[in-house]
Structures are given as structure tokens and as C-alpha cells.
């Protein structure tokens, strides 16, 4: 047995305790508000039950461990899957069949199982996880009936060129540099990306909202490709011209994101670097939030927007993801070229052509120069400062050509401020 510390102990029973009191709030708070009129809840488990069960889970391994037999572990499995038994016939006797509470009581009972063995976050995760399900029932349910049988199919595909196709591509490139840089998993990554932010965009709007969830997936999406978001929005706007805003919204909070993510990985790479680097991102990251904000808040708001939300289509169109792809591969193809035979006498140049593909490649590269003293650190930091400008000015010619003229008359605006406070800032810092 674990020579447990009293206070360790009373840790461990204490998360039990609240991991139980937390999924019985919900379940008592959920029960009063679909049957307002019964008084006190007549409920099979309620904050009380949820929390005697926590402790009760993070007793039983307790006793286990005294008495030197792992059956009290089975004793109590079954005493409670008999209570659950029971109280399911009387519920599906009075009409209601649903098996929801039942399993939330496992659950509690085996988070607190968790919390004695010492695995409190995963214990705290699972607690989490299980209120946070239980409280989106009617977000699920409604959007569970707006589903389609396309929505169905579209989501089979996207299992399949994710976990199917992507893993089985090679991850290496082929033939000499510049070629090494096409790498199968690489470029068939970006088309998994690009497909994924469009489900997240269409599963966000459908449960919150048009304008909330467009502004959502901008943030979710921009920590990882802010010109996939901006790809993914320009071509929606084609089929919801009346949620322009709501998109504009969405691609500059993705930018805003994308400046903060160079910072980072400067910061992991080379700090010194962020003395020079951290005004003209933190400038061009302010600007394309206070447009964001504009938007969000002071312009006209789209007319109709649950018409719109309807007339959304299928949200995989993995057509243009995979052009994209095939645009992205030629255009990281003839940044690495520029890159090698331009040498350093052609680094700003090398910067804005890299910046067209990609700013995590040329903001990595730069950084890493810097800190072997190759470069400069003025030198580095205006490198990228180019290359953030170029790739938003790329996404900003994305908008435009391939988006809806609503998005780009939005939008257009907000481009300009962006690279030209970054740009002007970048320069004279």
C-alpha cells in the first residue's frame, strides 16, 4: 500500500469532491430548468448523489489497498451498476429512456478511482469533458437535426484524408535542392488544414451563431495558418455574400493572430531578436484588431444571417483545397530556390518571395541566423518584418480575387493599415 501523506490524501478526496459536485451542478441545474413547474427536483442523482459518488470512487481503491483484495473494487461496480439498473427502468417506465445521468455516474465514479491512483488531470479533464457534454444538449441536438446527408458523407471524406491518407505519405523530400522541400506529408497536410477549417468554421456557426462562430475559427485558425482561414473565408463569402463582415472579422483576427505567433517563435529561437521584432509585429497585430473591432462593432451587421446560414454549402470542398496545395508546393519550390541562389546579398528579396508561401519558414530561418551572428540582428528582424507583409498582402490578394465582392470591399481597408503600419514601423524601428 502507498504511504499517503494526510495532506496528499485530503488532495485527492478533495478533487473527487469537486469533480462530483461540478457534473451534479449541471445535472441538478439542467433537471430544474426542463421542469420548472415540479418544485423540488425529483432527480435520480443530483449535486449531493454526485458528489457522495467522487468520494465514493476515491474510497473504494482506499479500501482496496487496507483489506488486500482488489474485489471490493468489483463489490462496488456492481452495487452501483445495480442502483443504475434500477433507476433506468422506473425513468424509461415514467417515459423518459435516456441514459445520459447513468453514465455521468460511471463517470464520477471512476474520476474519483482516477484522483486516489493519482492521475488528477486526467481525473479534472474527464470531469470537465463530462460537464461540458452534458451542458451543450441542445447545441448538439439542434445541430445534430440541421445535419444533412452531405454533411454526413463530407465528414467520412475528411476521416479519410486525415487519418487514412495523410499518415502513409511519405515525410521526407525528394531529388536535390531546391526540390528537397516537396514533402508529400507536408503539402498534404496544408490540404488536410484547409479542410479542417472549413468543418470547424461550418460546426462554430451552425452551434453559436454566424457572426460569433466566423470570429471563433479566425482565432482557433490563425494559431496555425492564417492564410488557410483566409483561403477557407474567401470562399465561403461566394455563398453567404450577407456575412462579408462576419468573415472579414474572422480572416483579421486570424492575421492577428499570425503576428503573435512570429513573436513566439522568435522568442523560443532567439530573444534578442524580440528587442528589434516585438514593435512592428505588436503595431500590425493592434491594427488588424482594432479594424476587426471596427467591424465587429460599429459596421452595419449582415442582413439575414440565418438565411445565409442555410444557404451555406457542404463545408469540404476538397477541389480548391487541393489546388491550393498544388499552389502552395510551386510557390515553396521557387521561395527555397530564391533562397539558395540569391545567397545573402539577396535577403530581403529572399524574405518577400519566402513570406508569399509560408512566414513560419523565413521567421525560423532568420532567427536562428541571427543567433549564430550570420546576420544581423536588424538585418533579421526587417526579414521578417518584409516577409509578414508580403504573405499579408498574398492573403489580402486571395480576398480579392477569390472572395465575394461584399468580403473584399470589407476587407480591403483593413489590408492596407496592416501592411502599411507594419511595413512603416518595421522600417524606422
Not at 501523506?5 to 433537471?31: H, K, M, N, S, W
Not at 493519482?118 to 441536438?141: D, E, F, M, W
Not at 455574400?241 to 512570429?262: D, N
Request: glycine share 10%; proline share 4%.
Amino acid at each position: 500500500m502507498e504511504n499517503l501523506e494526510p495532506l496528499d490524501l485530503l488532495t485527492r478526496f478533495g478533487a473527487a469532491l469537486v469533480i462530483g459536485l461540478l457534473v451534479g451542478l449541471q445535472r441538478e441545474y439542467a433537471y430544474v430548468q426542463e421542469h420548472p413547474k415540479r418544485g423540488t427536483p425529483e432527480l435520480f442523482a443530483g449535486v449531493r448523489t454526485f458528489a457522495l459518488l467522487g468520494l465514493l470512487g476515491c474510497t473504494t481503491p482506499l479500501v482496496a489497498e487496507l483489506t488486500g483484495t482488489m474485489l471490493v473494487l468489483g463489490v462496488v461496480l456492481l452495487v452501483v451498476g445495480v442502483l443504475l439498473t434500477v433507476a433506468y427502468f422506473i425513468q424509461a417506465r415514467e417515459g423518459a429512456a435516456g441514459m445520459t445521468t447513468e453514465i455521468a455516474v460511471l463517470l464520477v465514479l471512476l474520476a474519483g478511482m482516477l484522483c486516489y491512483w493519482n492521475h488528477l488531470v486526467l481525473a479534472a479533464a474527464l470531469g470537465v469533458a463530462t460537464t461540458v457534454i452534458l451542458a451543450v444538449k441542445l447545441q448538439t441536438r439542434s445541430f445534430t437535426r440541421n445535419l444533412s446527408r452531405e454533411d454526413v458523407y463530407a465528414t467520412l471524406k475528411f476521416a479519410v484524408i486525415s487519418a487514412i491518407v495523410l499518415p502513409v505519405l511519405p515525410r521526407t523530400g525528394y531529388g536535390p535542392p531546391p526540390f528537397d522541400v516537396l514533402v508529400p506529408y507536408k503539402i498534404w497536410l496544408m490540404v488536410v488544414f484547409i479542410s479542417g477549417i472549413s468543418f470547424l468554421g461550418y460546426v462554430l456557426i451552425k452551434l453559436v451563431g454566424p457572426r460569433r462562430g466566423v470570429g471563433l475559427t479566425g482565432l482557433l485558425g490563425g494559431m496555425a495558418s492564417s492564410t488557410a482561414v483566409t483561403l477557407t473565408f474567401a470562399q465561403r463569402s461566394g455563398d453567404a455574400p450577407a456575412l462579408a463582415r462576419s468573415f472579414a472579422v474572422a480572416i483579421l483576427l486570424a492575421w492577428t493572430i499570425m503576428f503573435f505567433r512570429v513573436l513566439v517563435e522568435v522568442a523560443v529561437v532567439n530573444t534578442a531578436l524580440l528587442r528589434t521584432l516585438w514593435l512592428p509585429m505588436t503595431a500590425g497585430a493592434a491594427t488588424a484588431l482594432a479594424y476587426a473591432a471596427y467591424l465587429f462593432f460599429y459596421a452595419a451587421a449582415p442582413r439575414g444571417p440565418q438565411e445565409e446560414q442555410d444557404n451555406l454549402k457542404n463545408p469540404f470542398e476538397l477541389g480548391p483545397a487541393i489546388t491550393f496545395g498544388l499552389l502552395y508546393a510551386l510557390i515553396l519550390l521557387v521561395a527555397n530556390a530564391a533562397q539558395m541562389y540569391l545567397g545573402s546579398t539577396g535577403v530581403y528579396l529572399s524574405s518577400i518571395v519566402s513570406g508569399v508561401a509560408d512566414v513560419d519558414a523565413i521567421t525560423l530561418s532568420m532567427a536562428e541566423l541571427s543567433r549564430q551572428n550570420t546576420l544581423a540582428h536588424d538585418t533579421a528582424a526587417r526579414s521578417i518584418v518584409l516577409a509578414t507583409v508580403s504573405n499579408t498582402l498574398v492573403k489580402g490578394g486571395l480576398v480579392l480575387g477569390m472572395g465575394h465582392r461584399n468580403l473584399g470591399k470589407a476587407i480591403l481597408p483593413g489590408l492596407v493599415l496592416v501592411a502599411a503600419v507594419t511595413l512603416g514601423v518595421g522600417l524606422l524601428a
